[in-house]
């Protein structure tokens, strides 16, 4: 199992954007990944641009198609990034803790 914790800073500009990408890969990711165990991105209740998601995977293969269907739903990624462009642009910055179980 696969556990992460990523952190997101928002742009300010982009904090509506992204509040909409949030719901949009919420319900999909729920629907459609199978392996998910766990996916629920929380909002800072002092800063309102600052995010953390907080998701559960079977296996690296489950992340990894779950992953390529971002890329396929948002468009790619800049060349030595993982997720779409679309997301990135949203980015102040980013910080992400990946776990497995012991």
Not at 17 to 42: I, P
Not at 50 to 58: D, S, T
Not at 64 to 77: C, I, M, N, T, V
Request: net charge positive.
């Amino acid at each position: 199992m696969i556990t992460i914790v990523f952190r997101m800073v928002i742009k300010k500009e982009k904090l509506a954007e992204f509040q909409q990408l949030v719901t949009l890969l919420t319900v999909t990711t729920r629907e459609k990944d199978a392996g998910c165990l766990l996916y629920d991105f929380y909002q800072n209740a002092s800063q309102k641009n600052e995010y953390l998601l907080y998701e559960k995977w079977k296996d690296k293969t489950f992340l990894d198609k779950h992953l390529a269907r971002l890329r396929a739903l948002l468009g790619p990624a800049d060349p030595g990034k993982i997720l779409s462009r679309k997301l990135n642009d949203c980015f102040a910055s980013t910080e992400d803790v990946y776990y497995h179980e012991s």
